[in-house]
């Protein structure tokens, strides 16, 4: 059992390794966006539906409001400074294999393995490389580096904690082996050789040693599950964190069009498929980077549709209270984030192509497992997923 944040990992490790048992067996410069600043009273705002840039300028900061008896809503709402969200196709980046090989193992040569993943009008390749507990798998839109070894010492200290989650206890402060300023300048530097656009600021937490030692005790002590998990030996307890384990975790936004893509995944009901949101987390210590996830990245191949109009934070709220209203829900659910991004849908049977589309999404920022944590409208449509 691990922390949401290697459970996430895990997920799309395996979903990239998942066409390896038989090999076993035998881009665009650096942009700095931000959610515009609105000074909108919920109170006494009305919606404005002249332009796409006037709704979303008129679009108050904060909602508290109840949809029925199955939701209510008291979130932040955060939207981007634009005038138009087209509707594109858009294709996995293809990385320069050569530079992360470069930058991980140079001078060392990992052992290779190769698969290749196929659909119909499709097919995507995936690498993998290995030395000793150092593992990186590269295919289309997708990189993941990590030192598992060393990355499990952390388990514990950031169990319930995951870096882009408005609830994480770790600091904003600075490290002693390297300032903020230089980790955030690190990972941008391979983004931008890497041809992803970022949306706003990154966030980055500072794990010392002192709040990971108060972490790791606090979850033993008040989880006798977690007990019973390290007296087991699947998990192990760090016995003292020392400064030579402080790091920090930094998590990004991937944008097209100046309009951040989503994090989050979902399933879709019609074709059954897991559609991954963009992901960007990188752990740094004082050797260097320890773990490095690029999911799902994606640029614009082409747009299909640019809608005159979207419908406002309002018609869509008014949308999920439509869906929701006639079923019986075991419990309330309480939304306090929504914002407008870009959320995929099917495309065709591509592996490497997807459709975006402009999609309110609302949100919990903490969630639990067996709860519904997202629901998503989309801004066209007004469809909900």
């Given amino acids: 059992m691990k922390s949401h944040r290697y459970f996430y990992k895990s997920c799309i490790i395996f979903c990239m390794c998942c066409c390896l048992i038989a090999l076993s067996g035998c881009r665009s410069q650096m942009i700095n966006n931000s959610s515009e600043k609105r000074d909108v009273d919920s109170e006494s705002y009305e919606i404005d539906n002249t332009s796409i840039k006037a709704m979303l ?6 909602i508290k409001k109840s949809l029925g008896e199955n939701i209510s ?10 005038e138009n969200t087209p509707i594109f196709i858009g294709k996995h980046i293809l990385f320069d294999e050569n530079y992360f090989v470069d930058k991980f193992f140079k001078d060392r040569s990992p052992e290779t393995k190769e698969s290749e993943n196929s659909m119909i009008t499709d097919s995507d390749k995936i690498k993998v490389y290995r030395i000793d507990d150092e593992l990186m798998i590269i295919r289309s839109g997708s990189v993941i580096y990590t030192k598992e070894e060393k ?3 952390y388990n514990l200290a950031t169990y319930s904690r995951f870096i882009n ?5 770790y600091s904003n402060g600075e490290l002693d082996f390297m300032s903020r300023e230089e980790a955030i300048n690190h990972v941008k530097e391979i983004l931008i050789k890497n041809g992803i656009s970022i949306y706003g600021e990154p966030k980055i937490y500072a794990l010392t040693a002192e709040k990971m030692q108060e972490e790791q005790d606090k979850l033993i002590r008040e989880n006798d599950g977690i007990k019973k998990i390290i007296e087991s030996g699947i998990m192990e307890k760090q016995d003292k964190f020392i400064k030579y384990d402080e790091c920090y975790a930094l998590s990004f936004r991937g944008e097209v069009n100046n309009i951040p893509i989503t994090r989050d995944l979902y399933i879709d009901e019609v074709s059954d498929k897991t559609i991954g ?12 980077i320890i773990d490095l996830v690029i999911s799902n990245a994606f640029e614009n191949l082409n747009e299909v549709e640019n809608p005159e109009n979207l419908l406002s934070v309002d018609e869509a709220m008014d949308k999920l209270q439509q869906r929701y209203d006639s079923k019986v829900m075991e419990n309330k ?6 914002a407008l991004e870009y959320v995929g849908v099917p495309y065709e049977k591509k ?16 969630g639990r497992s067996n709860e519904e944590n997202y629901m998503r409208v989309n801004a066209v449509t007004g ?3």
């Fill in 351 to 366: 592996v490497t192509e997807i459709k975006f589309v402009p999609t309110w999404c609302f949100k919990k920022k903490e």
């Fill in 333 to 338: 659910i309480n939304f306090n984030e929504i």
């Fill in 73 to 82: 809503i008291d979130a932040e709402v955060i939207v981007p400074e634009v």
């Fill in 57 to 62: 300028k008129n679009t108050p900061n904060h």
């Fill in 277 to 288: 949101g963009m992901r960007i987390e990188v752990w740094i210590d004082k050797e260097g």
């Fill in 383 to 385: 469809e909900v997923f």
């Fill in 165 to 169: 989650g408005i609830s994480d206890v």
């Fill in 151 to 153: 990355l499990k010492k």
